[in-house]
T-cell receptor, first 115, second 114 residues
């Protein structure tokens, strides 16, 4: 079985400050890791993914995430937050050893960026 | 715009009724996934179809069923509706055979059961 934990329901940060949204995962095989963002009344939008290779992955809108195998984490980061980054963020994992393509999502973290 | 189209966007119905949610995947995508998003359960995987065949099953109730048609659109049927079925239902699609690829989500169908 695969699972994802996002320990923070909400993260508050001031505009211009760095932000981190935390994610830890559990899979039996190789982890394929993803971050998605959801704006109000919209579907989920893909931000970035880690499949293999460099542990630091860069994605859309200036976001990046760092894969840490020993800590089974995949935290989302951005050097300088914007008010427009305020949204709901989901971490997701898929077992790379499995035949299916099903993603398991974390519970989501609401990011609030204040001016 | 993800290219995934879901209809209807909003649906209000009564307990005991049956509804059908429709999804058209991105052009060329053979896989379709259904997810349920509710406040207390988060995003729950329901079912996946690949080129018309069921590929994976998640926490889908027996009252729910789905299918994928030859033109690759998919329908999710929800019957004997209960208040707790009120949720946002998302459809997503992905490239054929690409299990390293991301999913592309529609904007969802919001179901309210009264």
């Amino acid at each position: 079985a695969q699972s994802v934990a996002q320990p923070e329901d909400q993260v508050n940060v001031a505009e211009g400050n760095p932000l981190t949204v935390k994610c830890t995962y559990s899979v039996s095989g190789n982890p394929y890791l993803f971050w998605y963002v959801q704006y109000p009344n919209r579907g989920l939008q893909f931000l970035l993914k880690y499949i293999t290779g460099d542990n630091l992955v860069k994605g859309s809108y200036g976001f990046e995430a760092e894969f840490n195998k020993s800590q089974t984490s995949f935290h989302l980061k951005k050097p300088s937050a914007l008010v427009s980054d305020s949204a709901l963020y989901f971490c997701a994992v898929r077992d790379g050893s499995g035949a299916g393509n099903m993603l398991t999502f974390g519970g989501g973290t609401r990011l609030m960026v204040k001016p | 715009d993800s290219g995934v189209t879901q209809t209807p966007k909003h649906l209000i119905t009564a307990t005991g009724q049956r509804v059908t949610l429709r999804c058209s995947p991105r052009s060329g995508d053979l896989s379709v996934y259904w997810y349920q998003q509710s406040l207390d359960q988060g995003l729950q995987f329901l079912i996946q179809y690949y080129n018309g065949e069921e590929r994976a099953k998640g926490n889908i109730l027996e009252r729910f069923s789905a299918q994928q048609f030859p033109d690759l659109h998919s329908e999710l049927n929800l019957s004997s509706l209960e208040l707790g079925d009120s949720a946002l239902y998302f459809c997503a699609s992905s490239e054929a055979g690409a299990n390293t690829g991301e999913l592309f989500f529609g904007e969802g169908s919001r179901l309210t059961v009264l």
